[in-house]
């Protein structure tokens, strides 16, 4: 899977459509019959009637004899068309490349740069996250390349291609400084927990936690397990086990790791780690209202302004 589509090309310039590189074929004379013939084409690898997708080129101009058949001959650069119904004149003729496959094409040759651009320390093909998607700085500066590129294939010198590959080289360079984080980066506050709400509907929410997780990695699921006010809700906590994290095993249903009743203060989660709800007085808690608080250990954790690596140390 690419790391963008060509919707993700039209958020970036919602203009790209317009550079189509096709090229109008004209001139077109009988050559005999209803076989038809434009000279000096230039190279024809796919031609198109009327936007109409030809299909392959027939072997050589002497197998074209059937509406919509086509050669191009290379030789005299000419290009053969037949068609009983109507005259090419008439119609609108272009060869040029189908611009979804075209497009496609684009887009892998932009993956690649990135690929190519990016610090050695970042991996040679870029991780997904938990919901299965690229990062979208990565989709963006591969769309942004793309469309560059393609306005570039015809207009060299162009000011909105200038643009886009600008703004591409600026989030390569804070790829690469470690200015921008991915989400598979463990960044030096990650042992202290990101928290995502999943469903969430009443007005005590988790707003803090305390301390350091202890251990390598969790994703601990938190549920409102009796609705209320505070000194009346109570919330469970889902700890990974043997087989699932917690909160795959909050989603499975299993039985919680325990349950605290919500007091607004610092209260237990996790190893090393407390969380804390907030609310004004007269706010309740939803049952079934979910959290994830996702954790990596303190041991795991790294600087936030780059990747540890090694260097070489010399004495004058």
């Known amino acids: 899977m690419a790391y963008c589509t060509e919707r993700d090309l039209k958020d970036v310039f919602p203009s790209v459509d317009e550079f189509d590189t096709k090229t109008t074929i004209y001139g077109w004379v009988v050559h005999s019959s209803n076989l ?3 000279d000096n084409s230039g190279l024809v690898t796919q031609l198109f009637a009327n936007g109409q997708d030809l299909g392959n080129a027939e072997s050589n101009s002497g197998e074209v004899g059937s509406n919509s058949e086509w050669y191009y001959e290379s030789s005299l650069d000419a290009v053969y068309y ?15 490349e189908d611009w979804a496959t075209l497009k496609t ?31 979208y700085i990565l989709v963006r500066t591969t769309a942004l390349l793309a469309c560059s590129f393609l306005l570039r294939a015809s207009q060299p010198v162009s000011e909105i291609a200038d643009a886009l590959f600008d703004e591409a080289e600026k989030n390569i360079m804070s790829l690469n400084d470690g200015s921008t984080k991915l989400s598979w ?24 936690t305390r301390g350091q997780y202890h251990g ?10 009796t609705a209320g006010a505070l000194g009346t809700a109570k919330y469970s906590i889902w700890e990974k086990d043997g087989d699932n994290l917690g909160a795959e095993r909050m ?17 237990p989660l996790t190893s090393g780690v407390d969380i804390r709800f907030h609310g004004d007085t007269a706010d309740t808690a939803t ?3 979910k959290w994830e608080i996702e954790f990596f250990g303190k041991n795991e954790s790294m600087l936030d302004n780059g990747m540890p690596f090694s260097v070489r140390m010399t004495r004058k």
């Open 82 to 96: 037949y068609n009983s119904a109507t005259n090419p004149n008439d119609m609108l003729m272009e060869s040029g």
């Open 216 to 225: 390598i990695y969790d994703r601990v699921g938190v549920k409102i397990t």
């Open 251 to 267: 989603n499975n249903s299993e039985t919680a790791s325990y349950v605290q009743t919500i007091n607004g203060q610092y209260q």
């Open 105 to 135: 094409r684009y887009i892998s040759n932009a993956e690649k740069y990135l690929d190519s651009r990016l610090d050695g320390r970042l991996p040679r093909k870029q991780f997904k996250d938990k919901d299965g998607n690229y990062d």
């Open 36 to 38: 038809y013939r434009a």
């Open 287 to 289: 049952l079934n209202d």
């Open 185 to 208: 980066q463990v960044t030096g506050d990650s042992s202290q927990g990101v928290i995502r709400e999943v469903s969430v509907s009443g007005n005590l929410r988790i707003t803090d």
